[in-house]
């Protein structure tokens, strides 16, 4: 290939990082995106509707989850030009882990580059028992971010509770900060890392550079509480998060994410947003 040539595939590449890129040097304010996870009913029954919706709400940006991995090539286009109608991007996707797969990554890549992703998150892993499992999942990602970077693609890992939690004097989040390459994301669920017991703030600043995408979910210790409360109504610090992900962390997007609340899907991630815009300094 010579200098001046690009492959489609690298076209895509570019086209999809190109405006997060304009975004960071013109100083524009961190975009809210939303965990698709939020709406799952609403988007499997009507997937374009949905979106519609939210953007109109004012979310920013996306996150795909799992489900996205079943669409057939043309409605994935259908979706990315959907997303391009709406001024929407789809800033990174949702992994099981195996989607990681050899027989699988192939598609994930394909998949992400035509919805302009820039970040294809495992957001749930198999280790072996122990810390020496947690390492082979580092293993795994270092790997499929050396097979990614060709096409522009990066990877990332989601915490849930169990990587917070300790074993063995360590927590197992620990083992994949250490052992990732830097180039791997470490998506940081907000809720999962208190109801574990641990200080998100603080994790924060323990890894400048690498919060680069951060799941807006709260959690409150209150009995039958849990996930279900709404943003901004847990034990969360909100105003602190933001400003160690704002002024280190690295972050590039936040994604509001809500796993059930006493509203309907979309009712409960319209007031999220108001309430994250009464509360972001932004």
């Not at 280790?127 to 990877?155: I, R, Y």
């Not at 620990?174 to 890392?193: H, W």
Request: net charge neutral; with cysteine.
């Amino acid at each position: 290939m010579t200098p001046n040539h690009l492959t489609r595939r690298s076209f895509l590449a570019l086209s999809a990082a190109l405006p997060w890129v304009l975004n960071a040097r013109a100083g524009a304010k961190i975009p809210l995106g939303l965990e698709s996870y939020s709406v799952r009913d609403a988007l499997k029954a009507d997937p374009q509707g949905t979106v519609r919706a939210v953007a109109g709400m004012g979310y920013q940006a996306i996150e795909f989850h799992g489900p996205y991995f079943e669409w057939t090539e043309t409605q994935t286009k259908d979706m990315r030009k959907l997303l391009d109608e709406l001024g929407m991007r789809c800033f990174s996707t949702h992994n099981s882990y195996e989607y990681f797969s050899a027989e699988n990554l192939g598609k994930a890549r394909d998949r992400n580059l035509i919805l302009g992703s820039k970040y294809v998150v495992m957001a749930s892993s198999k280790p072996k028992p122990g810390l020496e499992g947690w390492k082979g999942v580092a293993e795994v990602l270092n790997s499929v971010a050396e097979q990614l970077e060709p096409s522009g693609l990066k990877t990332g890992y989601h915490n849930h509770q169990p990587e917070f939690t300790p074993m063995e004097g360590q927590r197992p989040i620990e083992i994949l900060a250490k052992y990732t390459k830097p180039s791997v994301m470490l998506q940081l669920d907000i809720g999962t890392c208190i109801a574990a017991g641990s200080d998100p703030v603080a994790w924060i600043r323990a890894n400048p550079g690498r919060i680069l995408s951060i799941h807006c979910k709260d959690w409150s210790p209150e009995a039958g509480k849990g996930y279900t409360v709404l943003f901004g109504e847990g034990a969360a610090d909100w105003k602190a998060i933001f400003e160690a992900a704002e002024s280190g962390g690295g972050v590039e997007c936040y994604l509001m994410e809500q796993e059930g609340s006493r509203f309907s899907e979309l009712e409960t991630v319209k007031r999220c947003l108001e309430t994250f815009r009464s509360k972001h300094p932004g």
